[in-house]
């Protein structure tokens, strides 16, 4: 694969990130800030070779990241409003994870719209196992 073509895969993956967004980020302030067990440790909150060679495709600067952050601690990103990343920003196993409230929340949304998200989601997963699958030439 050629560089334009992963940035092109890259392009893709944030734009399905955008779409998907606003319906999570709906049940997420609806679930979130009464949940008692917080699932935004920082350990999730960092960020793994994958997740550095997709915002670096993007030319994103991910190098002002905070360090020293203890590992089950509060994520380094969240605040008193949520994440201060977008979602298409964040690590990507931190952006995959719906704990079983929340999955439940999105299950009972409009079954057309969760239908939609799915959709949307499932390209999202195939989008990331194409660009994590191929390698930018040396």
Partial sequence: MNISNKTEIARE???TFDLVSPFIEKHTSLICPDCK???CADKHGRYDSDDLSFL???EVDVSQQKSGCNETG???????TGCSLQRW???FR???FFCNPLLKSLENDNAKLYDAF????QHLLVLRQR???EKLPS
């Fill in 13 to 15: 993956i944030k734009d």
């Fill in 37 to 39: 067990k917080v699932c």
């Fill in 56 to 58: 670096k495709t993007l």
């Fill in 74 to 80: 509060q994520c380094r990103y969240i605040t008193d």
């Fill in 89 to 91: 920003m964040r690590p």
């Fill in 94 to 96: 931190c952006t995959s």
């Fill in 118 to 121: 799915n959709e949307y989601y």
């Fill in 131 to 133: 660009f994590t699958d």
